[in-house]
């Protein structure tokens, strides 16, 4: 297997490229590949980087606010994946929710879903490593949140099926309403939201402040089990839109990093991270180096990352040109 950094080249695999990522298992996987449109694969030269894998959150950074990826961005990535540095989109979506983007895409790459319960080598490619919330953590994840007036998203699908379970109750909640807006695929609605086995996560979605306070609720509350989970936030001001993530300790973004460059062996120091809100914050201060995004909120701006451009002048663009080509 050829890793590392060497001036020849070398041929990781000759075909279809996406059926390619079936013969990869976690304790040997190769860097992404270059492919063509007609899908066939080309042969990479690898060659002495700062930088070999680029982690980008998808919304409000690789995506602009018309939810598509902007051509510079698209054109930027590819590069990368030509230059041989593993091109990996970090995301809170299900994995369904990343699957357009993919498919836009004319190269293979990671994907970290569920911001960090599901990790995945492309469209076809195996699941690399899932994280699951046990069910007696998420069972008094529900009973806290029925006791604060919260209703909860269940995750449902361990192998990145995506599905939603909600309650009736919910169904003509605003905040909730947004979220659900563009679901893929769309959520099951039932009288009682019942755990018949692990979930991927537990998720709420609501005003910004009742988020904040349902966090140190939910913290408090928990108590010696605060250990056992994770929390993800991201926040939308403008809208008065927050999100929280419930996920297994493991499931954060930074984790989802060092997993893939453990087994790409890649340094941590070689990887460049780039996002815009409160739940890529472990992945930025983790990598090697972390960029944020001008549209990100002005107290994560303060927090001494590098700056690029916002997500409607192609910042991912910016960064990549600058620190990684």
């Not at 910004?208 to 605060?226: C, K, M, P």
């Not at 001008?294 to 991912?316: C, M, S």
């Given at each position: 297997m050829c890793r590392g950094r060497t001036s020849t080249a070398c041929t990781r695999y000759s075909g279809k490229s996406r059926k390619g990522w079936r013969s990869w298992t976690s304790s040997s996987l190769p860097t992404p590949l270059s492919r063509s449109r007609s899908g066939?694969?080309?042969?990479?030269?690898i060659v002495s980087r700062k930088y070999r894998l680029v982690a980008v959150d998808l919304d409000g950074t690789l995506l602009n606010s018309s939810h598509e990826i902007p051509a510079e961005n698209h054109r930027a990535l590819a590069d990368c994946a030509a230059a041989g540095v593993a091109v990996v989109i970090v995301t809170g979506r299900r994995f369904p929710g990343v699957l357009p983007y993919l498919r836009a895409l004319d190269f293979d790459a990671f994907v970290v879903a569920n911001s960090g319960a599901i990790i995945k080598a492309g469209i076809d490619g195996p699941i690399l490593r899932r994280r699951l919330l046990p069910q007696s953590v998420a069972e008094r994840v529900l009973d806290i949140a029925d006791q604060s007036a919260m209703e909860a998203v269940l995750h449902d699908g361990p192998s990145a099926e995506g599905h939603?379970?909600?309650?009736?109750?919910?169904?003509?909640?605003?905040?909730?309403?947004?979220?659900?807006?563009?679901?893929?695929?769309?959520?099951?609605?039932?009288?009682?939201?019942?755990?018949?086995?692990?979930?991927?996560q537990i998720g709420f979605?609501?005003?910004?402040?009742?988020?904040?306070?349902?966090?140190?609720?939910?913290?408090?509350?928990?108590?010696?089990?605060?250990?056992?989970?994770?929390?993800?936030?991201?926040?939308?001001?403008?809208?008065?839109l927050a999100l929280l993530a419930v996920l297994p300790t493991e499931a954060t973004k930074s984790s989802a990093l060092w997993f893939l460059s453990e087994r790409l062996g890649i340094k941590m120091s070689e990887t460049l991270a780039i996002g815009d809100n409160w739940n890529d914050l472990d992945m930025l201060e983790h990598a090697g180096m972390g960029v944020v995004?001008?549209?990100?909120?002005?107290?994560?701006?303060?927090?001494?990352?590098?700056?690029?451009?916002?997500?409607?002048?192609?910042?991912?663009?910016?960064?990549?040109?600058?620190?990684v080509l």
């Open positions: 066939t694969v080309s042969t990479l030269l939603l379970i909600l309650r009736e109750s919910a169904r003509k909640l605003p905040h909730l309403a947004r979220y659900l807006s563009r679901a893929t695929p769309p959520p099951a609605w039932t009288d009682v939201l019942r755990l018949e086995r692990d979930p991927v979605a609501n005003s910004v402040s009742a988020i904040r306070s349902f966090v140190t609720v939910l913290t408090t509350e928990l108590g010696a089990r605060r250990d056992e989970v994770s929390l993800a936030r991201t926040e939308y001001p403008v809208d008065d995004m001008q549209n990100a909120a002005e107290e994560l701006r303060a927090r001494g990352f590098e700056e690029t451009g916002t997500n409607d002048e192609a910042g991912v663009a910016l960064a990549i040109r600058r620190y």
